[in-house]
């Protein structure tokens, strides 16, 4: 099994979809997002958001919220 880590995205639309890309080559099963994935949600974050939300569906995702995450925002999202 294998497990990718990823922190401080910072709202980058292509780092997130980068991080996608390398999960399915790597063969990792679970990325987990380990906060700070944007400051603010400007059209740049909320793209990074869709990408990382329109992930390989067999891959799970998780997240640790950061203290530059806004919390009900990304929740709402995700659910």
Do not use: C
């Not at 780092?15 to 996608?20: A, D, E, G, P, R």
Request: aromatic share 12%; no cysteine; glycine share 8%.
């Amino acid at each position: 099994m294998k497990v990718l880590l990823v922190g401080d995205t910072h709202g980058d639309a292509k780092f997130i979809s980068s991080i996608n890309r390398l999960a399915k080559t790597q063969g990792a099963r679970y990325v987990m997002q380990l906060g700070d994935f944007g400051y603010d949600f400007s059209p740049n974050v909320l793209a990074s958001i869709r990408a990382w939300l329109d992930g390989d569906e067999r891959r799970k995702w998780y997240w640790l919220d950061g203290n530059h995450d806004q919390h009900d925002y990304i929740r709402s999202e995700i659910r």
